[in-house]
């Protein structure tokens, strides 16, 4: 069977499930000013979670948040609490 030389076959240099987490890379990492639907009203997970992180840091909670500047607000008050961080 012969291989289209156009056809790009898929980078095979990182076994996931034979390398650690940490070094794996990762597509689900992304800044999100470039999140195609990062103008979109924030997710209720989103809702949920940032109000439950405002509650704790005293910070007040804005239900208009875009998905993205609700994500960026989480990072910051994750950062502010501790939560959602490794231990």
Request: net charge negative; proline share 8%; charged share 25%.
């Amino acid at each position: 069977m012969s291989t289209n030389s156009k056809t790009r076959q898929p980078d095979f240099d990182v076994n996931p499930k034979a390398t650690p987490a940490s070094d794996v890379p990762s597509n689900t990492v992304k800044d999100p000013d470039n999140w195609t639907t990062g103008g979109e009203t924030m997710t209720g997970a989103q809702a949920s979670y940032l109000k439950t992180l405002c509650e704790e840091a005293g910070a007040p909670f804005d239900p208009g948040l875009s998905k993205a500047d609700a994500s960026k607000m989480i990072d910051a008050l994750q950062a502010q609490t501790g939560r959602g961080r490794d231990h």
